[in-house]
């Protein structure tokens, strides 16, 4: 069980983690630098979501270095359920985040106008995609806990 | 684990299951009866998941109501995996309908203007609170199989 990959304590489940936190980052960055975010109630969530993901990822990732490091077994269950909740919660705010920022996007850019019109449409669109990505690596970390959990 | 509150086959279960269908197509309806929510990618978006929503959560509704009538328990490991598998997709695409909806009916109503303006704003809340309320639904009918599945 210890080198099924994407598993706490494994370089495949620290490489996991370090992506997620580079997405939200990147989603952080690219939102950030807009000119207007602050107007727009759900882009300014995005970045709050995106920060408490790269938080929580981080964390996790320091802890899978440092059980890589000093070849711990982090696999009790308390600690499991402990990942499995906080990855889920994570998760749920990271697509709540995403998606509305992803209905103005789309709002904006192909309901109302069109992306050419606004220098920082691509910033918008570029943000919402790798909150999207973030998503994505959360929710796979999301269940492979489920699975050491259920398997054991 | 036959009696466990919520669990397929039991009345709580099919209440729930019924509250999911309740809720969906409440928003649909206050959705579709505004005046131009086809303009809007993500209030489209909204009624189709809403939509798939209440084809899933009836048709289960519909299992649980023939379990209790024939006294029947199906609660084998097969059915709950796929019962878990759909809620949990179902839930995914509420919670972005649900969210992309909200990120839009903010911007129109807190951002850039006031709901008192728009005769059509009421009820685009409405869809958006619906919606999340079948989504939290949904998230607890998935918990419960995701426990069944645990429990085994």
Redesign the interface.
Same mark, same amino acid.
């Given at each position: 069980m210890k080198d099924f990959p994407g598993t706490p304590g494994t370089l495949t489940g620290l490489v996991l983690r370090l992506l997620q936190c580079l997405f939200a980052a990147a989603s952080i960055t690219s939102m950030a630098t807009t000119s207007n975010f602050v107007?727009?109630? $759900?882009f300014c969530y995005l970045i709050a979501s995106m920060g408490l993901q790269v938080l929580w990822s981080f964390a996790l990732a320091w802890l899978d270095a440092y059980a890589l490091a000093k070849k711990k077994v982090i696999h009790n269950p308390v600690l499991v359920s402990l990942f499995l909740v906080g990855d889920w919660v994570t998760a @749920?705010l990271s @697509? $709540?985040?995403a $998606? &509305? &920022? $992803?209905? #103005?996007t #789309? @709002?904006f850019f192909?309901?109302l106008g069109s992306c050419k019109s606004v220098p920082d449409c691509p910033k918008y669109q570029l943000a919402v995609t790798l909150a999207f990505m973030s998503w994505v690596t959360v929710e796979v970390s999301s269940l492979i806990m489920?699975w050491i @959990?259920?398997a054991g």
């Amino acid at each position: 069980m210890k080198d099924f990959p994407g598993t706490p304590g494994t370089l495949t489940g620290l490489v996991l983690r370090l992506l997620q936190c580079l997405f939200a980052a990147a989603s952080i960055t690219s939102m950030a630098t807009t000119s207007n975010f602050v107007s727009y109630t $759900a882009f300014c969530y995005l970045i709050a979501s995106m920060g408490l993901q790269v938080l929580w990822s981080f964390a996790l990732a320091w802890l899978d270095a440092y059980a890589l490091a000093k070849k711990k077994v982090i696999h009790n269950p308390v600690l499991v359920s402990l990942f499995l909740v906080g990855d889920w919660v994570t998760a @749920l705010l990271s @697509l $709540a985040a995403a $998606a &509305s &920022s $992803a209905g #103005i996007t #789309i @709002l904006f850019f192909r309901d109302l106008g069109s992306c050419k019109s606004v220098p920082d449409c691509p910033k918008y669109q570029l943000a919402v995609t790798l909150a999207f990505m973030s998503w994505v690596t959360v929710e796979v970390s999301s269940l492979i806990m489920f699975w050491i @959990l259920v398997a054991g």
